[in-house]
Each structure stands twice: as structure tokens, then as C-alpha cells.
């Protein structure tokens, strides 16, 4: 459909350039248009408003994802100027300000993996929570579950205290402002069956924390890193030898090294299971 709506203004490697670069968050789109289609941009935006159903906004990223707080340059193109959305996720409802905070529509089928492996009465701790969305869907799904959510974010925390509002999960979601490692030092000793890393840039910096946040040092930690790879077999296996590493100080078994997604050329996301024994 975008396909044939763009074959006026775009040529057929523009159009699989364009086609392919576009996230759907609620009621936005975020897409990355390159610098040979600049003069295109807004057409091309005014095309994405009239053909995707229930859109009413798009952005164009001007940069990667950058900084501690994984943010991305955002440039108006069309619709209503405002990087506020509801976005909907395997029955929750979140929301969103793409313009201060990170958050992929593309982790919806690894957070509800995640959000169905937690057992009845656990603990979680959520080192990098965002604006709620694995944590919320935990405890949405288990309604004997609690989930300790931190972030340094202060838009993130402030909309992950809503976001648990909404979904009516605030009696066991409690979002904690502040860097991981202090909160867990200071708060979080020895509180959680299961503790969730899904920050892959920055997660192997936080591997005692983790581990120092499971009571007795038992438990199960889901580690999220990127690994340069030639396919996904072989992410697979630079995951798990990433993962050794990462927790080399420690007695560990590795249940399940998955790949997320590809994030980049010969570049991939993985998430390992990770059992600690202490």
C-alpha cells in the first residue's frame, strides 16, 4: 500500500530505502529519510498521514540513538506537532514521548517472552525500566508478581508511574528513580527472583548489581547485549561467549542465548537466560 502510494515521488531504491525505515508508535511515525531525499521529506511524510490508518503525526530522526538515555534527534514533518502517544501492547496501553524518552515498538515479542516465564509470588528488579512496558506487562500477567522498576530518566520514571496507573498495576509496579547501580546498593540488596538488563549497550557494566539484587545470589537474569556477527547462528554463539564473560566472577548456567533482532550490518541484539548459583 505505502509502496504504491510513494511510486509517484520515489524511484525503486528510494522506495525500499524509505519502505523499510519507518517505526509506528500510537499515533506516530518515526522514520529515518536520507539526506538525497530531503527535499522529498515532506511529501513523503504528507503520504505516510493519508495512507496509515489512525496515524496523526511523523518525525523524521536526524541522528542514532545517542547518550545515556538512548535519545534520537526528531524533526516534525506533518500532522500534529507533539511527540506525546498511546501506544498499545499485548492488551496494555503506555504512554509515550518519543521525543525524551527510547522506547521500540520492534521488543514487543521478547517482552512478552519475558513477561511469561515469571512464575507466581516473584520479585522482579527492572535495572533499566523505561516507561514501564516490561514492567507493566509482568505484573499484568502474573497478578502475584512485583516489579521494581528503575531508571535515570526522570521523563522515563515519571511516565512509568502512569503507565502503571493506567494499566491499574501501581500497587506492584514502583518505579525508582536514579542511577541502577546506586538504587540496587541502597534499596535493592538481596530483593528479587529475577532480574531483567535491557539496556545492550551498557548491561555488562551492571553485572554485579544484578547479581547483588537476587536473594542469595540465586536466581535468573536476563542479559541483553550486541554482538557483531555474519549471521545468527553465530550471534548466538558470540552471545554466549559474551555472556561467560560478562559474568566470569560468578558460578552461572545459560539456559537460552536468543537473537532480538538485527540492529545494524552483521550487528545483532541478543538476550541470554542466565541462571546464578551461588
Same mark, same amino acid.
Given at each position: ?88 501492547? +499485548? ?8 521525543? +525524551? ?19 507466581? +509470588? ?40 502512569? +503507565? ?65 556477527? *555474519?549471521?545468527?547462528? *553465530? ?37 541470554? *537466560? ?5
Amino acid at each position: 500500500m505505502l509502496r504504491e502510494a510513494l511510486k509517484q515521488l520515489l524511484d525503486k531504491d528510494e522506495l525500499e530505502e524509505v519502505c523499510s525505515a519507518f517505526d509506528t508508535i500510537g499515533g506516530i511515525i518515526v522514520i529515518k529519510i536520507p539526506e538525497s531525499l530531503n527535499q522529498k521529506k515532506r511529501l513523503i511524510a504528507e503520504v505516510l498521514l493519508q495512507k496509515v490508518n489512525n496515524v496523526y503525526s511523523v518525525f523524521c530522526q536526524t541522528s542514532g540513538v545517542q547518550g545515556d538515555y538512548r535519545l534520537r534527534n526528531l524533526e516534525f514533518l506533518a500532522g500534529i506537532n507533539s511527540p506525546i502517544t498511546y501506544y498499545k501492547e +499485548n492488551g496494555c496501553t503506555f504512554k509515550i514521548d518519543v521525543a +525524551n524518552v527510547y522506547f521500540s515498538p520492534r521488543l514487543s515479542t521478547e517482552r512478552m517472552r519475558i513477561a511469561n516465564m515469571v512464575k507466581d +509470588n516473584e520479585v522482579i528488579v527492572n535495572l533499566f525500566g523505561g516507561v514501564g512496558t516490561y514492567s507493566v506487562l509482568i505484573a499484568r500477567g502474573n497478578k502475584t508478581a512485583k516489579v521494581y522498576s528503575i531508571d535515570s530518566n526522570v521523563f522515563a520514571h515519571e511516565l512509568c508511574i502512569e +503507565n502503571s496507573t493506567i494499566n491499574k498495576v501501581n500497587d506492584r509496579v514502583i518505579s525508582l528513580f536514579g542511577d541502577a547501580k546506586l538504587v540496587v546498593n541502597s534499596r535493592l540488596k538481596e530483593k528479587a527472583t529475577r532480574v531483567l538488563m535491557p539496556l545492550p549497550e551498557k548491561a555488562r557494566e551492571f553485572v554485579d548489581e544484578a547479581v547483588s539484587s537476587l536473594i542469595n545470589g540465586e536466581g535468573t537474569v536476563h542479559f541483553f547485549a550486541h554482538v557483531k556477527a *555474519d549471521s545468527k547462528k *553465530d550471534a548466538i554463539d558470540k552471545g554466549a561467549v559474551e555472556t561467560n564473560d560478562a559474568f566470569k566472577r560468578y558460578k552461572i548456567s545459560i539456559d537460552e542465548v536468543r537473537v532480538v533482532r538485527e540492529v545494524g550490518p552483521r550487528l545483532y541484539q541478543i538476550v541470554s *537466560d542466565v541462571s546464578v548459583i551461588s
